[in-house]
């Protein structure tokens, strides 16, 4: 990960602390803070950013990054189990397209 891209990690890392710490955000029935705990580079252009809630529970988060157009730099959603199954099986829909693909650079 690049110095640039990994600033900009951080920054909004931070202004998802303090979105989802707001005491009038929808579903935010225990009035819960959250603060960046801890953040897990995973690629250039992922991260799992760990937050830690006033609660003392633990929050994690998926952070991919876009390079190009309307919608460049960090973006994020808090995986469900159903969405982590989804995508391990994805690997293999990834894999089998970058097999098909190969002979065509020739």
């Known amino acids: 990960m690049n110095k640039q891209i990994a600033i900009e990690l951080k920054q909004e890392s931070e202004i998802v602390a303090k ?4 005491m009038n955000r929808e ?6 803070t959250f603060q960046v705990d801890e953040v897990i580079p995973m690629s250039d252009h992922t991260a799992s950013v760990i937050f830690k809630k006033n609660t003392g529970k633990l929050a994690a988060a998926f952070f991919y990054y876009i ?11 808090f995986p469900t189990d159903s969405h982590i199954i989804g995508m391990m099986s994805f ?10 693909n190969y002979d065509k650079n020739f």
């Not at 390079?67 to 959603?77: A, D, E, F, L, T």
């Not at 690997?91 to 098909?100: A, P, T």
């Open 19 to 22: 979105k989802f710490s707001s």
């Open 91 to 100: 690997n293999l829909s990834k894999l089998d397209v970058e097999r098909k």
């Open 27 to 32: 579903g935010n029935f225990n009035e819960e």
């Open 67 to 77: 390079n190009k157009g309307y919608s460049k730099g960090w973006k994020y959603y």
